[in-house]
């Protein structure tokens, strides 16, 4: 049978005999979401033709052809004027067959000495580090709201908290700056998976490598990778990468969760903390006075979401034999739709805490409750020279002597504390009081108001925040 009155016309369907079946089609094509790699396809296609030329393996003249038509081809979808075609699968054939299409047989050569398999992870890579970038920048967004509720905020108190019972008083910027130190965690780790995401998959071919003369190297320093893959057969099975970043973002939501959380606990009048911008809430459809905090809650519901991508990746990877499988093509669609999640919450979180303001009398009149500053009696006992354990179990029977009376350390006289140790002096008092209390915090990443001074100072030059 001719080449050309093959019933299938697929790009690869010289072996075939008949028309792919529509029903496989639709089935299997990817070209609905995988069409948003078409700028890194075109980019590695771009450095994949000036080696192939360098190389040899096509002439200068196919060479300009190609890059020309990459270049109106991009420029077509710039615009929305190219269409896509479902019958092609993925991104990777749509392009080319326009390509070939547009320029002849030229177009027929770029796929030499490459395969889809290794293409896709080199596509994938390249838009993986792309928004690496853009995640540290909206990252370092959210540290920078942070920032700034900490230092217009700095000096006011709140009641910090361990199983969600009222522990001991802290800063409220104290508490504020520890989800700078979570997100900058989360950028330390997105940018050890940059690291791993920047290492060029092309020339791995098909899982094997390739005879012919190419010169990866050179693919990979004009696309601004660090390195090469070592191992073809790694190389077109692997998946790292993506499961990797689908970790970071799924902590990043974790704790974008936790914080919302607190917000969603911090708006009810049970707690009534803070003040959400009225353009951050939403009412209720039947109850007039309902203010909602829809946006942090909708950020904690979206967790599962991305918590959930992940999962479903592993699971697809953790039976595949090397090298590649079609199962692979389920990657990019979690990847895409958390990167999306993630990006999307951390946006609107920024914005949102730059339109909260928090309740600074409610927060101080809320550490008046709760025995708080029991810790720092028996440290001021410690200091007295009693071990802390006979410490902690004086304190505690001061805290139950206070719980039978209805009153706190503060109502105490000097004569009620001696009842329980001698030990105690008057200057106790200083210490029982919530400004004493966090001020004493002067332990390196402490809660006392110059080691928050210390860190918020630090933060601000990290970020590039300027008063």
């Known amino acids: ?54 190389q040899g393996l096509i002439t200068e003249e196919e060479r300009d052809a190609i890059l020309q038509g990459l270049d109106e081809i991009e420029a077509e979808i710039d615009r929305g004027e190219f269409v896509f075609k479902p019958e092609l699968e993925d991104v990777h054939m749509n392009i080319e ?6 320029i002849g047989p030229a177009g027929a050569k770029l796929h030499t ?14 838009y993986l580090r792309d928004e690496a970038d853009a995640l540290d920048g909206l990252l370092a967004g959210a540290q920078r709201a942070f920032a700034r509720l900490a230092r217009k905020y700095l000096g006011a108190v709140m009641p910090g908290y361990t199983h969600l019972q009222r522990a001991q008083p802290v800063l409220l910027s104290h508490h504020l700056l520890a989800y700078v130190e ?41 696309l601004g990778f660090a390195a090469i893959t070592a191992n073809s ?32 606990l911090w708006s009810t009048k ?17 109850m007039p006075q309902k203010k909602n905090p829809d946006i942090p809650e909708l950020i904690r519901g979206k967790t599962g979401r991305v918590a959930g991508a992940l999962m ?7 039976g595949l034999p090397l090298t590649y499988n079609r199962d692979l093509q389920e990657d990019k669609e979690q990847v895409f739709d958390a990167l999306d999640t993630v990006k999307a919450s951390l946006a609107i979180t920024a914005e949102l805490l730059d339109h909260t303001e928090f309740k600074t009398e409610r ?10 500053t029991a810790t720092d009696l028996a440290d001021y006992l410690v200091r007295r020279n009693m071990p802390f354990r006979q410490a902690h179990g004086v304190v505690g029977r001061i805290v139950a002597f206070c719980q039978e009376r209805d009153c706190e350390l503060v109502d105490l006289t000097l004569a009620d504390l001696q009842q329980f140790s001698e030990l105690i002096g008057a200057d106790v008092f200083a210490v029982l009081s919530v400004d004493g209390s966090v001020n004493s915090r002067l332990s390196a990443g402490g809660t006392g108001r110059a080691r928050v001074e210390e860190a918020l100072t630090h933060v601000e030059r990290l970020l590039g925040i300027t008063s």
């Open 270 to 286: 049970e707690f009534d903390f803070v003040r959400i911008g009225d353009r951050y809430c939403t009412g209720s459809s039947i």
């Open 97 to 102: 067959k326009a390509l070939t299409d547009r």
């Open 182 to 222: 979570m997100f900058q965690r989360d950028r330390d780790r997105l940018a050890g998976c940059r690291q791993r995401i920047d290492i060029m998959p092309l020339g791995a071919a098909a899982m094997a490598g390739t005879g012919l003369p190419i010169d990866r190297q050179a693919v990979a320093e004009e």
């Open 113 to 126: 000495a490459r395969s889809r398999n290794d293409q896709v992870n080199l596509d994938f890579r390249l």
């Open 312 to 318: 479903a990746l592993l699971m697809t990877v953790k």
């Open 1 to 54: 049978m001719a080449e050309s009155s093959r019933p299938s016309d697929k790009m690869w369907g010289g072996r075939f005999a008949e028309a792919t079946a529509a029903s496989v089609e639709t089935f299997s094509a990817s070209i609905q979401y995988d069409a948003r790699l078409y700028r890194h396809d075109i980019m590695g296609s771009k450095a994949h033709a000036r080696m192939l030329a360098r």
């Open 233 to 264: 057969m790694d190389t077109t099975g692997d998946r790292d990468f993506a499961l990797e970043m689908l970790f970071c973002l799924s902590l990043i939501q974790v704790h974008l969760s936790r914080l919302s959380e607190e917000l969603v």
């Open 363 to 372: 927060l101080r009149v809320a550490t008046a409750g709760g025995f708080m």
